[in-house]
């Protein structure tokens, strides 16, 4: 470890290298997009095919992403270039953090969204549109709101602040207690709403959805938006767990890390499926009802699943919304360490101005995702506006290329000897696993990976 360098450092406990880890993957991915694939793609089929990824492809990617982190003690970008002096390959790490950069210019929009729907919760308004007696009247709020050309900009912008703050703390001062603080809190708030949901109406229904696979639903393309979800779930190829793997101390078990990591990741998301389906399903809304499910169709479901009682009505609305800010927030977090590392270590700044610089450029290219969805939403480009555009070449190809690179590097590519060194932790652990994940990424995952890419560029 070089500790030399003070913009660089290490988490003090293990639990804070799992939480602050954990943190990293747990966000918008599993609360709002895996409910929404989820509904799209047949229920139980999308999450049995979803687990089957997680296990396959994104835990021998994250191991991966740990050894090449933790040996290179360095940002992403400096990682690849300390491991090959081939072209392709030491530009990997620069590609992911581009790649986790330009995926915060406009995942903070969506996490804007989240903080003003918890303002809402808090001041009651979702309860007043109730009143209206039209369930309508949300589609119309939400797309008044993303529309206006002041308020999500302002808070975005706030949101943005807030991670600016905590990432300027450093390592242990600010992510490694961020994390032990919110990611225990998160997991009460969602035992809570689960507790809620069970005791639904729509209760079986949901849980059948989610858990009862229908396997005339599993189609190509549902393998491959599964696999696609694994990759924006558990942060793979956005530089966020080569940096965080960095900061790694040499006793940390990294398969075990790796797994205990998904773990997480994956019971969020099926805890977001329990707290989402089973009131969808009170309310008799469509649950393919898409992006609009936590923005438009939830706020109904809330007031109509618990009509009877009004301030419950107005408790799980303010749970869910905080739940959704804290998720985001922990991955806005990670995203904005990725750049904030690598500008730090490269120009031997300090972590002050590094972060100032990244929160700056995401505040002015996050502005602009935010104005797509209103003032600037006749700029379009292959019929997206520029939010969409953002989310279309980031899921689509950034992530899938970064992470067939990434397996191609570990496995054709990066000495043996610091791969093994790095699982076993120089042979004073057994580093169970470590042959069968050499293996995945060597010849399974590439090969897996190359097909969604490819899908993305609709070639198949």
């Not at 549109?129 to 050309?149: H, M």
């Not at 696999?227 to 006793?251: P, R, V």
């Not at 008799?284 to 009802?289: G, N, P, Q």
């Not at 905080?322 to 120009?347: D, G, M, R």
């Amino acid at each position: 470890m070089n500790n030399n360098h003070s913009n660089h450092s290490n988490f003090t406990s293990k639990i804070g290298l799992i939480l602050a880890t954990a943190g990293s993957a747990v966000g918008l991915g599993n609360i709002w997009r895996f409910p929404v694939l989820a509904g799209q793609n047949g229920g139980g089929a999308f999450l049995l095919l979803y687990i089957i990824c997680v296990i396959l492809i994104g835990l021998p990617l994250m191991v991966g992403e740990f050894a090449i982190g933790r040996h290179a003690q360095s940002n992403t970008a400096h990682a690849f270039s300390k491991l090959t002096s081939h072209k392709i390959f030491k530009n990997i790490g620069r590609f992911g953090v581009f790649t986790g950069w330009f995926i915060l210019c406009y995942y903070i929009v969506v996490s804007a969204w989240a903080l003003d729907y918890f303002i809402d919760a808090i001041l009651g308004r979702f309860s007043k549109l109730a009143e209206e007696g039209d369930a309508q009247i949300y589609a119309t709020y939400f797309k008044d709101f993303v529309s206006n050309p002041y308020l999500p900009v302002g808070y975005t912008i706030l949101f943005i602040l807030i991670s600016h703050f905590i990432i300027i703390q450093g390592v242990k001062r600010g992510i490694e207690k961020f994390a032990k603080l919110m990611m225990p809190l998160l997991f009460i708030v969602m035992l809570v709403l689960t507790v809620f949901s069970i005791f639904t109406e729509g209760a079986h229904e949901g849980l059948s959805f989610l858990f009862k696979p229908d396997f005339s639903k599993i189609t190509f393309s549902t393998i491959l938006v599964a696999m696609g979800q694994a990759f924006f779930s558990m942060s793979i190829a956005m530089g966020c767990l080569c940096t965080f793997a960095s900061y790694f101390n040499k006793e940390a078990n990294l398969i075990q890390t790796a797994f205990k990591v998904g773990i997480i990741d994956t019971v969020v998301a099926i805890m977001s499926g329990i707290i989402i389906f089973p009131a969808v399903f009170s309310a008799h809304f469509a649950v393919d009802s898409g992006a609009s499910l936590v923005f438009i169709a939830l706020p109904n479901v809330f007031q109509q699943v618990f009509s009877h009682l009004p301030i419950l009505s107005y408790i799980v609305s303010i749970l869910f919304y905080f739940l959704l800010v804290i998720a985001t927030l922990t991955s806005v977090i990670s995203l904005h360490e990725v750049p904030t590392a690598f500008l730090a270590e490269h120009f031997k700044i300090s972590r002050k101005k590094a972060t100032s610089i990244v929160t700056f450029t995401v505040c002015l290219f996050g502005a602009i995702c935010s104005l797509s969805n209103g003032p600037l939403s006749d700029y379009t480009l292959y019929g997206k506006n520029i939010f969409d555009l953002f989310d279309f070449l980031s899921g689509q190809l950034f992530l899938p290329l970064g992470g067939l690179l990434i397996a191609i590097f570990v496995g054709w590519s990066m000495n043996k000897t610091i791969i093994h060194n790095q699982l076993t932790n120089f042979g004073t652990i057994p580093g169970r696993g470590a042959s069968t994940i050499v293996f995945l990424l060597k010849y399974f995952i590439p090969v897996i990976t190359l097909l969604i890419f490819l899908s993305g560029l609709n070639i198949i």
